[in-house]
C-alpha cells in the first residue's frame, strides 16, 4: 500500500516494483517504510526514514539522508539487499545494548542487513551486519561486524566490530575490534581507546587478526570466529597474543606525493604469507556466493552449494545460508 502526498510518501505492505519519481516535482518527496514492508524493487527519494523492519530488494538512492531507526528487539530487522547511497548522511539512531545482544554476540540480533556497499559523506551504524564496503568522508561503526574494508577519507572510528580491513585519514580503534585481513592505512597516527560498554564495564582496546588455521576441517574455527588462533598452541600465553595487532604493527612511509602514510600489518613478524593469501581468497569466495546465488538457475544453485561445503566451515556455510534465506 501506498500513501502519497505532496512531500511524503509511505510505503508498508508487499509491493511490486521500485518506486522513483516520475517528474521533477516527485525528486524532493521523503519515503517513509512503515512495517510490515516488503518492497520488490528500489527506491529514490529525498530522505529516507523508517517506522519496523522489512526488506527492500533494490539499490536505495537518497539525494539528502537516510535516517534508521533500529526495530523492537526480536522483530523483522530492517533489510537492504543491494546497498545503500546517500548525499549527505547514512545513520542509525543510537542504542546502546550490551555486546552479547547484538550481532557480535549473535549474528541473528542484528537490527540492520545489508547486501552491498554502503556510500554517503556521513556513515554512523551500530548492530549492523553488511555483506559489502563502507565508503564515505567519516565513518562510524559500533558494535558490527562488516564483510568488506572500511574506506574514509577523513574520520573513521570503529568500536568493539569486525571487519576486512580499513584505510582512513585519522582512524581511531576503539575496544575489542577483529580485522579478517592484517592491514589497514591512515594519514594520521592510529589511534587505539579503551571503552566502557553500556554498563560500565571497560574493554580494553585490543585488534585482532581474525586467522584461519591452515587445515580446512570441519572442526576448526572459521574465519567468523572471534577466537585467536596462530602461534605455538602449546604456549597459551604465545597462542593468545601472536594475533593481537598493535602500535608495533604499525610503520610509517612516504607516499609519492611525500605526505606521511602509517601502514598497519603483520609483515615484520610473518615468515609465510601463504595462510593469508589463502584467506583473501575464502572471503573473495564468500562474496561471490553471496551476491551471485541469486542469479542461477536451480541446477546451478545445486552445484554452487555443493563446492561450498567443500571450501568452507560449519560457521561459514551457517553464514551463507542465514544470507541466503533473506532474499
Given at each position: 500500500?501506498?500513501?502519497?502526498?505532496?512531500?511524503?510518501?509511505?510505503?508498508?505492505?508487499?509491493?511490486?516494483?521500485?518506486?522513483?519519481?516520475?517528474?521533477?516535482?516527485?525528486?524532493l518527496r521523503n519515503v517513509l517504510l512503515k512495517s510490515p514492508y516488503y518492497l520488490k524493487g528500489g527506491i529514490l527519494s529525498q530522505n529516507l526514514a523508517n517506522n519496523g523492519g522489512?526488506?527492500?530488494?533494490?539499490?536505495?538512492?537518497?539525494?539528502?539522508e537516510v535516517t534508521l531507526v533500529q526495530p523492537a528487539r526480536k522483530s523483522e530487522p530492517l533489510r537492504f539487499l543491494s546497498g545503500?547511497?546517500?548525499?549527505?548522511?547514512?545513520?542509525v539512531e543510537e542504542e546502546a545494548k550490551p555486546l552479547e545482544e547484538t550481532v557480535i554476540g549473535d549474528m541473528h540480533n542484528t537490527?540492520?542487513?545489508?547486501?552491498?556497499?554502503?556510500?554517503?559523506?556521513?556513515?554512523?551504524?551500530?548492530?549492523?551486519?553488511?555483506?559489502?564496503?563502507i565508503r564515505g568522508r567519516q565513518i562510524t561503526v559500533v558494535n558490527s561486524i562488516i564483510i568488506g574494508s572500511l574506506l574514509a577519507e577523513d574520520e573513521l572510528l570503529v568500536e568493539n566490530s569486525k571487519f576486512v580491513s580499513f584505510s582512513g585519514g585519522h582512524v581511531v580503534l576503539r575496544g575489542n575490534n577483529g580485522c579478517w585481513l592484517p592491514y589497514g592505512t591512515s594519514l594520521a597516527p592510529i589511534e587505539f581507546e579503551d571503552v566502557s560498554d553500556s554498563r560500565g564495564k571497560k574493554i580494553y582496546s585490543q585488534l585482532?587478526?581474525?586467522?584461519?588455521?591452515?587445515?580446512?576441517?570441519?572442526?576448526?574455527?572459521?574465519?567468523?570466529?572471534?577466537?585467536?588462533t596462530g602461534g605455538n598452541e602449546d604456549n597459551q600465553e604465545s597462542a593468545d597474543t601472536a594475533m593481537l595487532l598493535g602500535p608495533g604493527d604499525i610503520k610509517k612511509h612516504k607516499t609519492r606525493e611525500g605526505k606521511d602514510i602509517y601502514a598497519l600489518n603483520i609483515a615484520r613478524r610473518a615468515l609465510n604469507l601463504a595462510p593469508v593469501e589463502e584467506e583473501i581468497k575464502t572471503i573473495e569466495e564468500f562474496l561471490r556466493g553471496i551476491l551471485m546465488y541469486e542469479h542461477l538457475d536451480k541446477s546451478s544453485q545445486?552445484?554452487?552449494?555443493?563446492?561450498?561445503?567443500?571450501?568452507?566451515?560449519?560457521?561459514e556455510l551457517e553464514l551463507l545460508q542465514y544470507t541466503l534465506d533473506l532474499i
Amino acid at each position: 500500500m501506498t500513501n502519497i502526498d505532496k512531500n511524503n510518501v509511505t510505503l508498508t505492505g508487499e509491493m511490486e516494483g521500485s518506486f522513483y519519481p516520475s517528474c521533477q516535482s516527485e525528486i524532493l518527496r521523503n519515503v517513509l517504510l512503515k512495517s510490515p514492508y516488503y518492497l520488490k524493487g528500489g527506491i529514490l527519494s529525498q530522505n529516507l526514514a523508517n517506522n519496523g523492519g522489512g526488506t527492500v530488494t533494490g539499490p536505495v538512492l537518497a539525494s539528502a539522508e537516510v535516517t534508521l531507526v533500529q526495530p523492537a528487539r526480536k522483530s523483522e530487522p530492517l533489510r537492504f539487499l543491494s546497498g545503500i547511497s546517500a548525499t549527505i548522511s547514512i545513520s542509525v539512531e543510537e542504542e546502546a545494548k550490551p555486546l552479547e545482544e547484538t550481532v557480535i554476540g549473535d549474528m541473528h540480533n542484528t537490527a540492520l542487513i545489508i547486501r552491498g556497499d554502503v556510500v554517503s559523506e556521513m556513515v554512523k551504524l551500530e548492530n549492523a551486519l553488511i555483506f559489502g564496503n563502507i565508503r564515505g568522508r567519516q565513518i562510524t561503526v559500533v558494535n558490527s561486524i562488516i564483510i568488506g574494508s572500511l574506506l574514509a577519507e577523513d574520520e573513521l572510528l570503529v568500536e568493539n566490530s569486525k571487519f576486512v580491513s580499513f584505510s582512513g585519514g585519522h582512524v581511531v580503534l576503539r575496544g575489542n575490534n577483529g580485522c579478517w585481513l592484517p592491514y589497514g592505512t591512515s594519514l594520521a597516527p592510529i589511534e587505539f581507546e579503551d571503552v566502557s560498554d553500556s554498563r560500565g564495564k571497560k574493554i580494553y582496546s585490543q585488534l585482532r587478526y581474525l586467522a584461519i588455521k591452515n587445515t580446512r576441517d570441519k572442526e576448526s574455527k572459521g574465519m567468523w570466529s572471534s577466537k585467536i588462533t596462530g602461534g605455538n598452541e602449546d604456549n597459551q600465553e604465545s597462542a593468545d597474543t601472536a594475533m593481537l595487532l598493535g602500535p608495533g604493527d604499525i610503520k610509517k612511509h612516504k607516499t609519492r606525493e611525500g605526505k606521511d602514510i602509517y601502514a598497519l600489518n603483520i609483515a615484520r613478524r610473518a615468515l609465510n604469507l601463504a595462510p593469508v593469501e589463502e584467506e583473501i581468497k575464502t572471503i573473495e569466495e564468500f562474496l561471490r556466493g553471496i551476491l551471485m546465488y541469486e542469479h542461477l538457475d536451480k541446477s546451478s544453485q545445486e552445484r554452487e552449494r555443493k563446492e561450498w561445503e567443500k571450501k568452507f566451515r560449519t560457521e561459514e556455510l551457517e553464514l551463507l545460508q542465514y544470507t541466503l534465506d533473506l532474499i
